[in-house]
Each structure stands twice: as structure tokens, then as C-alpha cells.
């Protein structure tokens, strides 16, 4: 970042970044303490998710020990159920969440809590409701007994501002991901490309711009 040229530098207002302090230090040490951090809600997204993913499975343990096979038969295929948006659950999915909510109370408050947290983040609100939300969020959670989500509050109250930093322009770090992803698939694909040059024209050209321009790269 300190290689960023001073009149690009001073264009940039927001840096999408994961939970990582060293990222977080870094970004405002090269480009000043009141760059906006976002923290990329995909992350957090991947913490909580990992919460129903980990009583889900604690959970299983304990129904298949208590429940006859025929019972545990009929769960089949609940890890991909639980993972699945509200939306793209078929009518024997949800009848099948149904009758895991039934065997386990615990997984369905955590499963509901989860839900929550994803409908804060896809409403219209904005900075300070989001704040406002995420605190009343972690309130419910406490008051509710629920103890799965002890270590993820304690990183949310801890960047509760650098979360709540997407509700200003819903910024995430999707498409360099994306970028990033699709340019290991093609160095993978051509073998190794040494030369900088030649690999920032099969990047054009793999995005889509089919008359790619010369690339100069120095240092």
C-alpha cells in the first residue's frame, strides 16, 4: 500500500479487509487513521454460520444415539438443509428442518439466531441502525441463555464499528476474491506464467476485454 502512488492514495476512502488486525493496522498505517475500515461481510457471515454448523453437528451425535434408525433415517441431508437460505428450501427440506427442530430445541435457537444476523445485514439500515441492530442482537443472544455464540460476540462487540462500516455503501471484498480465484485457475491452467506482462494480457483476456491494452509493470 505504501507503493501507492500519493494522488491514487488520496482518492481511496475505504478498505475492505477480514478480521485480521495485521490488515486492519497496516491499512491505516499506509493510508491514515481515518480511512474507513469494512470489515467483509462474508467473514462474519462464515464465523456465524460455523456456530450452527458446530451444534449442528453436536447435536447429531447426540440424536443418533437417542433416536431409533428409522427416526435418524429421516434426517438425511440436514447439513446442506441448515445451510440453505429460507428461500431455496423445497417443501420436504422444510419439513425435514421441521422435525430436526423437534428432536433439537437448542440447534433451532441457534439456527433462528443465525437467521437473524443475515436479515440485519440485507436490511436497508443505516451505520448507526446497523450498530444499534447488531447490539440488540447480541442483548437477545445473552438474555437468552444461548452460549454457542460466546467467542463470535466477543469479535463482534471487539469491531462492532468496522462491521457496521458496510451499512455506508454495502462494500465487500467479493470481486477481488472472485479476481483472485480466477487468476490461480489460470496460472494453474498455463502452467506457471513467469513473465508479468504476458499475465496481466491472459488476465484481460480471460475477463472478458478482448482487445487487452500493453501493460508496462516496473520494480
Known sequence: ????????????????SDLYDGFINASKEALGKNIRIVIDRFHIAKLYRNVVDNVRKQEMRKLKKSLT???????????WIVRKSDANLSQKEKEILDRLFTYS???KEVYESSKELTAIFDSETSRNGGIRRLKNWIKRVNESGITAFKTFITT?????????????SRENSGFVEGLNNRIKVLKRRCYGIVDRVHLFRRISLDIGNSHPLPVQIHG
Open 1 to 16: 500500500m505504501k507503493s501507492i502512488p500519493k494522488e491514487l492514495k488520496k482518492t481511496i476512502t475505504s478498505v475492505c
Open 69 to 79: 434408525d428409522k427416526e435418524y433415517a429421516e434426517l438425511k441431508g440436514v447439513m
Open 105 to 107: 430445541p437448542k440447534l
Open 156 to 168: 463482534l462487540e471487539k469491531r462492532t464499528k468496522e462491521i457496521a462500516n458496510y451499512f455506508v
